[in-house]
Structures are given as structure tokens and as C-alpha cells.
């Protein structure tokens, strides 16, 4: 399969994986957010590793070329690990990286044991989403930060093939359909 290939697959697999999840009922509250307002839009984020509770969130523009750009918002995150979120409306028609960072405190139940795990503050994992529409919840997951890691990988074999096309919404609605 050839480079060009394989980075649309990449993107494509990331932004659709937080659809898939939310599709498929992890997570929970999704859309029940206000839409844009105008000059600012609405969202949640979820973490869930088991809901994470106590964590950073941290919303970023994410630039073309996969580079981390301005941060838009950041909070901790409540019982059920979701925060919710005003970014400008500008912001969210571009790429979104979302980050999750464990920090004192933070803990989450384990889907195994049932027993509470510390979520230290050494301890992240991200989602990246093509853009944001009002009341849109993000779940970010140990899923979803596999496939930014592979995008990272893609993206520094070959930085070129990042272009603002394949990241578009456009690009994502061809070819992920929930």
C-alpha cells in the first residue's frame, strides 16, 4: 500500500474512532451540550479508561502538519470524567487534539476489578477529531490514543502527506459514515 494510502487511512481511522465509541453508547451523554452560539461552540470531553475522574483535560487546535497549535480550553474532569468546554467557533471547523493527564488525585475504576487505579500524573493518552460541532462529547480512550500514536508514526515517516484536504471534514465524511 503506498505512503499516500496509508496516512488517509491513519486520519481517517482518528477521526472516526470517537464517533464509533460514541455510536456504539461509551461514554454516555453525547449532544446534550448547546450548539454554537455565534462566536463560541460547546462541547464535553469524556475520559474514560473507566471513567477517569480528577484529570487534565486539554483541547488544542492541531495544525496540518500534526503539530500541536494554540490551546483552546483545558478543566478537570468530574465523576463520570467528562468536562465541558466553550472553544471559539473559529477553532472548532479545524482538527482538535484533545488530551487527558493524569495528576494527583486522579483516579479511575477499573472495568476489570472494579477496584479505583490512580491516574498518575505521568500517564496520558489523547484523541485527535477532524472538527467540532456544538453539544459534540469527544470520548477519549486508550483506543483513541492508539491511533494518535499511529498518526504520529505516519507523520513523521513522511510529513509532507499531512495536508489540510485530508484532514477536512470533507475527507472524513467521504469515507466514515456512522
Do not use: H
Request: proline share 5%; aromatic share 6%.
Amino acid at each position: 500500500m503506498n505512503t499516500a494510502l496509508q496516512r488517509f487511512l491513519a486520519w481517517t481511522v482518528i477521526a472516526c474512532l470517537p464517533l464509533v465509541i460514541a455510536a456504539c453508547g461509551g461514554g454516555g451523554g453525547g449532544g446534550g451540550g448547546s450548539v454554537g452560539t455565534g462566536t463560541t461552540t460547546s462541547l464535553s470531553v469524556t475520559a474514560l479508561k473507566g471513567p477517569v475522574q480528577g484529570a487534565l483535560i486539554q483541547v488544542y487546535q492541531l495544525l496540518p502538519d500534526g503539530r500541536t497549535g494554540d490551546l483552546l480550553g483545558s478543566g478537570i474532569s468530574d465523576a463520570t470524567g467528562t468536562y465541558p468546554f466553550t472553544i471559539p467557533t473559529s477553532r472548532a471547523n479545524g482538527p482538535v487534539l484533545v488530551k487527558v493527564t493524569g495528576r494527583a488525585g486522579a483516579a479511575y475504576t477499573s472495568e476489570t476489578t472494579g477496584g479505583i487505579i490512580p491516574f498518575k500524573a505521568g500517564e496520558s493518552f489523547s484523541a485527535v477529531t477532524d472538527s467540532v460541532t456544538g453539544g459534540q462529547n469527544i470520548i477519549v480512550s486508550p483506543l483513541t490514543d492508539a491511533a494518535c500514536q499511529k498518526l504520529q508514526q505516519i507523520l513523521t515517516i513522511n510529513p509532507a502527506l499531512a495536508t489540510e484536504g485530508r484532514i477536512s471534514r470533507r475527507a472524513m465524511d467521504f469515507s466514515c459514515r456512522v
